[in-house]
């Protein structure tokens, strides 16, 4: 015979989720820091599916690991959650769902961005898309099937100009990258990069050629 699980014993569980990295300092948890992964414990944790917040305690891995400002059109997260909880106390699939994105709608707002006046916040763009119980062995990063990378450059880095190359050092490529590994799983991250010189700089660059090509 076959036992029966538990339905409050934790269970893992991927978690396929969405976000701008714009307001984030990350992906992975970082203390006293505002992470993709810390506002979406803070969430669960609201809604009483976990029985601890720390990521040891919670199985909690990722598929790609993701910086600062980085975007993801999809990225796998999984960590341990009560089925009951989901099923009993939230409705299952659809309204747990729900429930899970208005709760980090009201989480976020508990984080101001620095530099904003008081009660002023910011939209955190993370969306739950969806989820799904897998076995225990389950590491997202070690089943991933491919990760598709994309470098969004401005368009006036890739000019052929003198001063400006001269000010980048010559190095300015725009790049997608494919990486390719056996797995059942798939994310995405859409990165959108600076180079060492600043937007102000190349903007007087731009500017100073435009002055001498009119005296010409």
């Not at 414990?41 to 598929?63: S, W």
Request: hydrophobic share 30%; glycine share 4%; proline share 4%.
């Amino acid at each position: 015979r076959s036992k029966k699980s538990d339905p409050t014993k934790p269970k893992k569980y991927g978690i396929l989720v969405s976000y701008t990295g714009t307001n984030f300092s990350g992906l992975q948890i970082q203390p006293k820091v505002l992470t993709i992964e810390s506002l979406l414990i803070e969430a669960l944790n609201e809604l009483k599916v976990i029985h601890h917040t720390h990521p040891k305690q919670l199985e909690l891995n990722r598929a790609c690991r993701t910086d600062r400002g980085v975007h993801a059109i999809r990225n796998m997260l999984c960590c341990k959650m009560i089925p009951q909880v989901i099923n009993d106390v939230h409705g299952g699939y659809v309204n747990f769902i729900q429930k899970l994105n208005e709760t980090i709608v009201q989480c976020a707002q508990r984080h101001p961005q620095k530099g904003k006046k008081d009660g002023e916040h910011i939209e955190r763009n993370l969306i739950v898309q969806g989820y799904t119980q897998v076995h225990d062995y389950f590491i997202p990063k070690n089943f991933c099937k491919k990760r598709t990378y994309l470098y969004l450059l401005p368009k006036r880095t890739l000019l052929a100009n003198t001063s400006l190359n001269k000010l980048l050092g010559n190095n300015t490529t725009s790049t997608t990258t494919t990486a390719t590994s056996s797995s059942t799983t798939s994310s995405t991250a859409t990165a959108t990069t600076s180079n060492s010189a600043t937007a102000s700089n190349l903007d007087d660059v731009m500017e100073k050629d435009e002055q001498s090509e009119n005296q010409v």
